[in-house]
């Protein structure tokens, strides 16, 4: 038979274990923790674009005499999830485990992100929501090429009663790998649209850092301004070109010519066309 008051009795303990919690470490700042050399990882990520997305996911050591004593026994969770922000940029976290109480708060200088999950009602979390505790987006600052770990420390987890269930928990490391994105060679994209009569944007990539000049040419390949002439890092850029603030009262209407070049003798160029808008 059901017994309130056991059941009022199990909610505060389990409560005030998760309070004292989060008073003393959800709002702290701690130290970043550094992982082992030798690490086993979750999963290597290999993104086919700039934005990543992981499954956030707890690994149970539980030795099989002691499987049914743990068993979805777990009535709370906390962790930190941890990266390095000069590689990467949190986005968002979307919580997986239906029904839960999850919250974070995001740290971004110290590429952090402090999690904590559990049920009001007293509920376990199943095992099989381990896996799948949240999905974290993040995107690649830009124009970084090479490979960084994402990865959860600081593992508090809670039992019955409050119990620290901890030690029989393991974290995990996610390698993501940008290196495919590198761009491979120096290009100026052709622009969806090249007739404009507001504003235009130039994308181009370039496959080691240089010097670029972009230069508007009319149709007499004279000169007529230099849009951008400045040292580039290797990466992807898009810049937005304004006839008012660019062209001002030095274009009239009409097809002109840009012209992209970089000091390792990469040259190419495109025609766009400045038309006036008529009402």
């Known amino acids: 038979m059901f017994n309130k008051n056991h059941y009022i009795k199990f909610f505060i303990i389990n409560l005030i274990y998760f309070s004292t919690s989060y008073a003393n470490s959800f709002f702290s700042?701690?130290?970043?923790?550094?992982?082992?050399?030798?690490?086993?990882?979750?999963?290597?990520i290999k993104p086919k674009a700039s934005d990543i997305n992981i499954d956030l996911s707890l690994i149970k050591d539980i030795d099989m005499n002691d499987e049914e004593d743990y068993k979805d026994?777990?009535?709370?969770?906390?962790?930190?999830?941890?990266?390095?922000?000069?590689?990467?940029?949190?986005?968002?976290?979307l919580p997986l485990v239906k029904g839960a109480v999850f919250e974070h708060l995001v740290y971004e200088e110290e590429g952090r992100v402090k999690c904590i999950m559990f049920y009001l009602d007293g509920s376990s979390i199943q095992d099989s929501d381990l896996s799948r505790l949240a999905d974290v987006s993040f995107s690649q600052v830009q124009n970084f090429y090479g490979q960084t770990d994402v990865y959860i420390d600081n593992v508090i987890v809670a039992g019955k009663f409050g119990k620290d269930i901890s030690p029989f928990f393991s974290s995990s490391t996610w390698?993501?790998?940008f290196i495919d994105l590198k761009p491979f060679y120096s290009y100026m994209y052709k622009p969806q649209n090249i007739v404009f009569s507001d504003s235009i944007n130039i994308s181009y990539q370039l496959y080691k850092d240089g010097n670029v000049r972009i230069d508007i040419y009319d149709i007499f390949d004279q000169k007529v301004k230099s849009l951008l002439d400045q040292y580039m890092e290797i990466g992807r850029y898009t810049f937005k070109?304004?006839?008012?603030?660019?062209?001002?009262?030095?274009?009239?209407?009409?097809?002109?010519?840009?012209?992209?070049?970089?000091?390792?003798?990469y040259r190419d160029s495109l025609y766009i066309i400045y038309e006036e808008v008529y009402d």
């Open 29 to 44: 700042t701690s130290t970043v923790p550094t992982p082992s050399e030798e690490v086993s990882y979750a999963e290597i």
């Open 241 to 265: 070109v304004d006839n008012y603030n660019e062209f001002d009262e030095e274009l009239d209407y009409g097809r002109y010519k840009i012209d992209f070049s970089t000091d390792h003798e």
């Open 175 to 177: 390698r993501v790998d």
């Open 73 to 93: 026994n777990v009535k709370g969770i906390q962790f930190d999830v941890f990266y390095d922000a000069n590689k990467l940029k949190f986005n968002q976290l």
